[in-house]
């Protein structure tokens, strides 16, 4: 389950970089919430300029308490 910022303070942090490839990251990020893991975690996702899409999308999944995303 991933955390909220107002949640207490995870266990374990993933940082994924990502540079456009958002099929990719789509999957990546749908097998880590569907797996879970039995520690408290956050996703962080920072983007590197991405131009197809994928910052809008992460947009999206952040205001969805999914990750939070760094620019």
Same mark, same amino acid.
């Given at each position: ?10 266990? #374990?942090?993933?940082?994924?970089? #990502? ?25 962080? #996702? #920072? ?25």
């Amino acid at each position: 389950m991933s955390v909220s910022e107002t949640a207490p303070r995870p266990d #374990v942090s993933v940082v994924i970089p #990502v540079f456009n490839k958002l099929e990719l990251t789509r999957i990546c990020l749908e097998s880590i919430h569907e797996v879970g893991a039995e520690a408290a975690f956050e996703v962080i #996702v #920072v983007d590197n300029g991405s131009t197809d899409g994928s910052r809008e999308w992460l947009a999206e999944q952040e205001k969805q308490g999914r990750l939070r995303l760094i620019i």
